[in-house]
């Protein structure tokens, strides 16, 4: 069983068959929320759903065999393994092919079983674009703490403390020191600064984080920025109100909240940039006909769709073109086969492009250009 990485969708989306269908598979195991026994009913009333539909379904025998037995393993999957502590699963299965995927989920998906062409990727990229490698970095004057976030979870990595130098009982306390043990103080606390500004350098190199949040006291602030080295500077996204002796799960919904409103402001960011591209006439397509032929093109840079957007289209077998209605490519001039989401098939093939692909949450602008839309590498 792997996690959730980028290398992980693109992989998955590199699977085709010309044979054999795929079935996606995502159950909400969330067991905070859910006792196994009904994670269990949702996933059997999962697959008798699908072995109805399966029934009805007018395929090939060969075709309607792999999707069967796909069935028959997700079921014997189901039945022994329930018990781990992921929030959500996913398995892609095409037993034709003997292809079988299994993916942990850090976030509950929508419960849902899918045949298509290929693996339907698109909650993947959904969970994967909302969160991100976080380093949680807390320092007051003689200690600091460290976190990682990732995906609504905190882990305490490290902590420092350090001692100030006290005034020693039978010393003097004449004026010139007390403001040597104020400067030797100080001195200390720079050094604490220092040592923990590498401390969070050193753990960046081990732990790979995407972005750093800092806790701290608004006068340490500006000291502090000087210490942290150009590389984690960079990555600073932005101060959070905790400190090291704060409870964990305050820092937590410090660092979530967070999370949410630089995840809010760049979604906006993007939408505001790509109607202004579009609306300059620039290098941008708004809807999904636009869009699709642009990614048919290899031009997307940036795709952005509606979260809640989904359309029926058709893929051709031999080019991987995708299209909403066309029945034969007008590039091969064969039959294409329809998809169950146009909107996933080109999200995936987004993601092959090595492109960026942004989920925005409505509202939003986007609604009124078709829901979805595209910056493109070059003009239209
Ligand atoms: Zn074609």
Redesign the pocket.
Known sequence: MSSLTRQKIEALSGFRSDRFLTTSFYLNTDKGRLVRKEIQVAAKNLLTGARARLERLELDKDKKASLGADLDMLQDYCARNMTDNAHGLAVFSCRGEKFWEEVHLPHPPRNRLLFDQNPYIRPLSQILGRFHNICVFLVGRTNAKWFSVHMDKMTHLDSLACELPTKDKDGDFDGTSVRRLERHVESHVHEHYKKASQLTFDLFKKEKFDWLFLGCEDHFYSDLETFLHSYLRDRLKGRIKAKPSDPEDKILKEALALEAAINLAAEEEDVRRFAAELEKGGRAVSGIKETLRGVNQLEIQHLLVMHNFSAPGTM?P??R?LYLEETV?P??Q?ATRPVADVVDEAIEATFKQHAAVRHVQPPSRLDHYGKIGAILRFKA
């Open positions: 051709c031999k080019c073109f490519c590039a091969c064969i």
